[in-house]
């Protein structure tokens, strides 16, 4: 399994990442390694590729070359569902829940017991299902609404769902694309309590454009510019660097 | 708190025991066996409509051949009894007897190997399940893992109905052609050619019409319903949530391919022959059409609509046979256009507030005043 030199469990690792659209490379040669429990904070651009190196790591895009291994297991060859039973969760930039479930249901679908064909036509809604959902639905605030449709929730109530559905798989690593975008302060607020609560013990990789929210969360920041990283450190480091400033603080 | 801890809430029950009335005691004592007979053929396509239901109302997944399926449990029912009806004594003046007449027509002299199980009644009514649901695992399998959906799928499963009636047409020899497998005579040594017989018939089929629909309401009410709903919504919140999207597409197509065969095996029994016209693409769509005016989220909706319509289309076609097939397209156009969830919809959305209001005054009249909100669909 361990062919040659491994400096360090790291649990993902990205390297010589490549993807190409018709010859534009939108990723470039990208390699950064994220450790456990670690707080990984992407920033950079429009356009820099911040959100294609999610879509690559879980599978929603394609690789064109290079290698993505998490916890020693290479996830350019499996398959979306795969990956997630691998243990990497995924949230979208815009909110994505099943707007005729309830809330409940929306939860009760992300448990991660019974993927399969059969094993959901067996499904028992017990007790460990019902309190984890309610335990997650606390967690989210939405544990008044668990019986409302989603399609009545709020814009920001949709965000607290989806993170609810990522929580409730339990994955080693959580990826979040924007998670405060389109939010009121207020909800904004909330959402930073949520996941600082909900960071620890996993490892996390976000993508945020609000820097107040990035120094309070990230441990390092990876800074991408075109499909390539820019820089990489501590928020400090990052903040000081006079190549990030040129392309993208300074505005 | 708990949403589905009943397998039939209180409108689901009456609708299911409405129907039930109906079809057990209102149509058997009120028609003659010709009309009862008639309702038979319509109820066959009540099976499709549930599977539609499933497939297309829950999982998103538009099905336009679903007269493919209807048709390949329909020939394997008629297979069976073709053979029963050539007896080597029945077929004795043709040229090779003990052959079906129409390959004898077309200078077969031999029985070929795929007809040869259909000599078994048990194997037959395997296939009516198997077949079809092989047939449709594949089909499948081919388009959902290469993530072909939505209208691409329509179309394919359309472009296969085509071809299944071009091949049933081309291969007069063994299928029976345009004309299809005709004269059928007896099941097991039983004529179901006599009005008992078609009696008889009737309450099978509205027995395994009820089984079905447990066995959709069951579908509908596990987990599997709800990703279903899922899949339709947001595909890949359910790919990144770890489902195999692709294997619950394959599930409900399936699902409802075997619906449909059952429905395809009545039709032969009721009717009496098979033929490439139930197969191809106009019966698909009206297929579709009977769920679509029913109500595609309601199982008792899809029942209604394959009556109802089939009712109309009986007595329109035979007043203005020219006018029958526009009346359908318009019929088509209007519930999408004003009514997406069918006759069911009407009747969630208009009647049953209703009804739930009388009962609820009713009820505050003693002195309780809690209203009733069992908003699910009925029928």
Redesign the interface.
Known sequence: MLIGHQPKDFLLAVSGLTVSFDGFKAVNDLSFYVEDNEIRVIIGPNGAGKTTVLDLICGKTKTTSGSIQFRGQELTRLRENEIVQAGVGRKFQTPSVFEDLTVFENLEISFPRGRTVFGSLTFQRDAAVKQRVEEVAEMIFLKDRLDTYADQLSHGQKQWLEIGMLLIQDPDLLMLDEPVAGMSVSERAKTAELLNRIIKGRSVLVIEHDMKFVEDIAHKVTVLHQGQILSEGTMEHVKNDPKVIEVYLGH | ???NSRFFNRSELIGFLALALLLFVILPLSLDIFRLNLVAKYLTYAFVGIGLVLCWGYGGILSLGQGVFFGLGGYCMAMYLKLEASSVENTKIQSTPGIPDFMDWNQLTQLPFFWKPFHSFPITLIAIILVPGIFAFIIGAAMFKRRVGGVYFAIITQAIAAIMTILIVGQQGYTGGINGITDLRTLHGWDIRTDHAKFILYFVEVVLLFACIVAAQF?RL???G??L??M???E??????????A??KI?AFCAAAIFAAIGGAMFTLEVGFMSPSFVGIVPSIEMVIYTAVGGRMSIFGAVWGSLLVNFAKTSLSESFPQLWLFGLGALFIAVVLAFPNGLSGIWQDHVQPRIDRLLAARKSKPGNGFSVADGAPAE
Do not use: C, P, W
């Not at chain 2, 890949?236 to 999207?245: A, L, N």
């Open positions: 708190m708990i949403i579908i596990t987990k599997l709800r990703i709903v899922a339709r919504e947001q890949d919140r359910v790919r990144f949530s770890g489902y195999s999207v294997n619950f599930f």
